[in-house]
């Protein structure tokens, strides 16, 4: 079973306006972190925003926020005020079980962004 | 501010050919990792290293070899590269136990003909 699903492989938004970009999750773990990342075209992974499994609040960072929905396993980014720069691919990954000392992330497919004027 | 520098950029191989890839992170960070992207699939873990002197294998290992030279730096060796090894390879590494996120080199793009 797929551990991380983006079921939008892409997305258009209008300039100014917010958009909502989806990302499910699936683990048995009772700790774990999610994660945002963005990818312009250049090729670059910009970190965006992380949200733990026992944050009691959504994260947010500047124009960037994380739909928490634990019940649900859902974990959707949140860009408000959409910006011409803001078009991109954007990965949601998870971290299982850091108590093991395996660190790495696991990705879902990427939703591309495209924002237009 | 280095953060984590990749070599090379770009590379062309012929089926057959051996080459290694370069990572080294300048953060002091424990962990280290190489991913694979292709279209569609996001990024798929190749190999990690939790520490100095330990690695492990990911979800798609087949075909490569890593080695951990030392804290600072982490290298993927394709032994025979072979056509399903084009791909665009990105080396991280982290700090945190579990709230570290990843800091990414810029991407080694590969082809193999």
């Known amino acids: 079973a797929q551990k991380i699903t983006q079921t939008q492989p892409g997305m258009f938004v209008q300039e100014k306006e917010a958009v909502t970009l989806d990302c499910t999750y699936d683990?048995?773990?009772?700790?774990?972190?999610l994660f945002w990342y963005k990818q312009p075209s250049s090729g670059e992974m910009i970190f965006l925003i992380y949200q733990g499994s026992y944050d009691q609040q959504n994260a947010t960072e500047g124009r960037y926020s994380l739909n928490f929905q634990k019940a649900r396993k859902s974990a959707n980014l949140v860009i408000s005020a959409s910006q011409l720069g803001d078009s991109a691919m954007y990965f949601c990954a998870m971290r299982e079980s850091p108590g093991t000392g395996r660190r790495a992330l696991t990705f879902g497919s990427g939703t591309r962004l495209q924002v237009q004027p | 501010n280095a953060g984590v520098t990749q070599t090379p950029k770009f590379q062309v191989l012929k089926t057959g050919q051996s080459m290694t890839l370069q990572c080294a992170q300048d953060?002091?960070?424990?962990?280290m990792y190489w991913y694979r992207q292709d279209p569609g699939m996001g990024l798929r873990l190749i190999y990690y290293s939790a520490s100095e002197g330990t690695t492990d294998k990911g979800e798609v290992p087949n075909g490569y070899n890593v080695s951990r030279l030392n804290k600072r730096e982490f290298s993927l060796r394709l032994e025979s590269a072979a056509p399903s090894q084009t791909s665009v390879y990105f080396c991280?590494?982290?700090?945190?136990?579990?709230?570290?996120?990843?800091?990414f080199g810029e991407g080694s793009r590969l082809t193999v003909l």
């Open positions: 683990t048995s773990d009772p700790s774990y972190g």
């Open positions: 991280a590494s982290s700090q945190g136990p579990i709230t570290g996120e990843l800091f």
């Open positions: 953060m002091n960070h424990n962990s």
